[in-house]
């Protein structure tokens, strides 16, 4: 992979809005502000001798590498010596993170800007990877309400372009960021796998045919594919300044700004909060893999539940904010109730357990937005 300083990209441009798939650019974005984020995914030695050992000069494609996942998915990549392109169009993040990389680690990282829907960026970024870690994706649910057909078109006919894309260049193995919003509000827990799905918002439906064309890609045209159903996944760099930030970082940023976070429903509603170290770990894990996978679904989670109200009295206390409570609003269309993840399937298959606990991940989120909120886009309302 010797492609990495061609075009630069100008900044002006290089926050798309996900409509135009034809754009594409090539290199390191310029001008955008540094941000601070420390590697997350901190493995053992034992850990990373055997990872690394796959992974070390084998060229890999992160869809979606700009993004809060991907951005963390590639720097524990770079960091296992890996050759790494990202494509992202920027729909919903900003390069700034990929051209820290590019600076420190310019041999090892090339930066596709352009859509997974463009047969030209996609080609361009899959040429020659081993395993594509398959990521972009519009991942908002009151977003997919409102425009079903843009997500239908990104998450569902996009990852079939690139499970496509990934087996006429050769890729061995697609590894596919799967949702367990597949689950739907199905009142049993946890959530395993062999349970039916019953995704209740057009994200959903279009996520969980992601994980249906993985299967078949594997059985149909042998390539080989894992689905990894994230639970709640949250730290540094995860976006806080929209009206469909996750809860952590929006809550982090209200907090920080000494406002009232706000919660739709009760807040009795339970989550399975998952530092982001665990999904990167369960991508380098099934990578890993010397055994066909042939598109099992594998729960990503930490396999534990809390309540949105506990949530924000923790990170209330993280950040050393008394006296503002939650402002209940009615709960959104489209939202489970409660979801936590058996993690044995993973376990068992992958050798994944939880490398992140939830109080240590939550005390290094909080602590890296108390350091950041400015920069990281702090809503300011
Ligand atoms: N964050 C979570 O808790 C969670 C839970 C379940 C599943 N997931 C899945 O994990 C993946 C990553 O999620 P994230 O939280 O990092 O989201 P994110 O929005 O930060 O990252 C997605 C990236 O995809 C890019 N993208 C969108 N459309 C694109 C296109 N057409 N072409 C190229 N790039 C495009 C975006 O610009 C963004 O950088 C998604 O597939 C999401 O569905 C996330």
């Given at each position: 992979?010797?492609?990495?300083?061609?075009?630069?990209?100008?900044?002006?441009?290089?926050?798309?809005?996900?409509?135009d798939?034809?754009?594409?650019?090539?290199?390191?974005?310029?001008h955008?502000?540094l941000?601070?984020?420390?590697?997350m995914?901190?493995l053992t030695?034992?850990?990373?001798?055997r990872?690394?050992?796959?992974?070390?000069?084998?060229?890999?494609?992160?869809?979606?590498?700009?993004?809060?996942i991907?951005?963390?998915?590639?720097?524990?990549?770079?960091?296992l010596?890996?050759?790494?392109t990202?494509?992202?169009?920027?729909?919903?993040?900003?390069?700034?993170?990929?051209?820290?990389?590019?600076?420190?680690?310019?041999?090892?990282?090339?930066?596709?800007?352009?859509?997974?829907?463009?047969?030209?960026?996609?080609?361009?970024?899959?040429?020659?990877?081993?395993?594509?870690?398959?990521?972009a994706?519009?991942?908002?649910v009151?977003k997919?309400?409102e425009?079903?057909a843009?997500?239908?078109?990104?998450?569902?006919t996009?990852?079939?372009?690139?499970l496509?894309?990934?087996q006429?260049?050769?890729?061995?193995?697609?590894?596919?960021?799967?949702?367990?919003?597949?689950?739907?509000?199905?009142?049993?827990?946890?959530?395993?796998?062999t349970?039916?799905?019953?995704?209740?918002?057009p994200?959903?439906?279009?996520?969980?045919?992601?994980?249906?064309?993985?299967?078949?890609?594997?059985?149909?045209?042998?390539?080989?594919?894992?689905?990894l159903?994230y639970?709640?996944?949250?730290?540094?760099?995860?976006?806080?300044?929209?009206?469909?930030?996750?809860?952590?970082?929006?809550?982090?940023?209200?907090?920080?700004?000494?406002?009232?976070?706000?919660?739709?429903?009760?807040?009795?509603?339970?989550?399975d909060?998952?530092?982001?170290s665990?999904?990167?770990?369960?991508?380098l894990?099934?990578?890993?893999?010397d055994?066909p996978?042939?598109?099992?679904?594998f729960?990503?989670?930490?396999?534990?539940?809390?309540?949105?109200?506990?949530?924000a009295?923790?990170?209330?206390?993280?950040?050393?904010?008394?006296?503002?409570n939650?402002?209940?609003?009615p709960?959104?269309?489209?939202?489970?109730r409660d979801?936590?993840?058996?993690i044995?399937?993973?376990?068992?298959?992958?050798?994944?357990?939880?490398?992140?606990?939830?109080?240590?991940?939550?005390?290094?989120?909080?602590?890296?937005?108390?350091?950041?909120?400015?920069?990281?886009?702090?809503?300011q309302?």
């Amino acid at each position: 992979m010797d492609a990495h300083n061609q075009t630069s990209i100008n900044p002006e441009t290089a926050r798309g809005n996900g409509i135009d798939d034809s754009q594409q650019a090539v290199g390191r974005p310029e001008h955008f502000p540094l941000v601070q984020s420390p590697h997350m995914t901190r493995l053992t030695d034992q850990q990373s001798k055997r990872l690394s050992t796959n992974l070390r000069n084998t060229v890999v494609c992160v869809t979606g590498g700009a993004g809060f996942i991907g951005g963390h998915l590639v720097d524990a990549l770079i960091e296992l010596g890996a050759r790494v392109t990202v494509i992202d169009n920027l729909a919903n993040s900003n390069a700034s993170h990929i051209a820290s990389i590019v600076d420190s680690h310019p041999e090892q990282i090339r930066f596709v800007q352009g859509s997974i829907l463009d047969p030209i960026s996609l080609s361009s970024a899959v040429e020659g990877a081993k395993y594509v870690f398959h990521l972009a994706a519009l991942g908002s649910v009151p977003k997919s309400v409102e425009d079903p057909a843009r997500t239908w078109v990104v998450n569902a006919t996009g990852t079939m372009r690139v499970l496509t894309a990934a087996q006429k260049a050769g890729a061995a193995r697609v590894i596919y960021s799967a949702s367990s919003s597949a689950y739907g509000d199905n009142p049993a827990l946890p959530k395993i796998e062999t349970q039916a799905p019953e995704p209740e918002s057009p994200y959903a439906a279009s996520k969980l045919a992601g994980e249906s064309l993985c299967r078949s890609w594997s059985t149909c045209y042998g390539i080989d594919t894992a689905c990894l159903r994230y639970f709640n996944i949250f730290g540094p760099r995860q976006a806080a300044d929209s009206a469909y930030a996750a809860v952590i970082p929006a809550f982090l940023d209200r907090y920080l700004n000494n406002q009232s976070p706000t919660i739709f429903g009760d807040g009795t509603q339970t989550r399975d909060f998952t530092h982001v170290s665990n999904a990167v770990y369960a991508n380098l894990l099934a990578a890993a893999q010397d055994s066909p996978v042939a598109g099992e679904v594998f729960n990503i989670g930490a396999g534990h539940r809390t309540s949105v109200n506990d949530l924000a009295s923790s990170l209330a206390k993280l950040v050393g904010v008394t006296g503002i409570n939650p402002d209940l609003k009615p709960e959104r269309t489209g939202e489970v109730r409660d979801s936590v993840a058996d993690i044995s399937k993973a376990e068992q298959a992958l050798g994944y357990t939880p490398i992140t606990s939830l109080d240590e991940g939550l005390k290094s989120t909080a602590e890296w937005y108390r350091n950041n909120h400015q920069a990281a886009g702090s809503s300011q309302q």
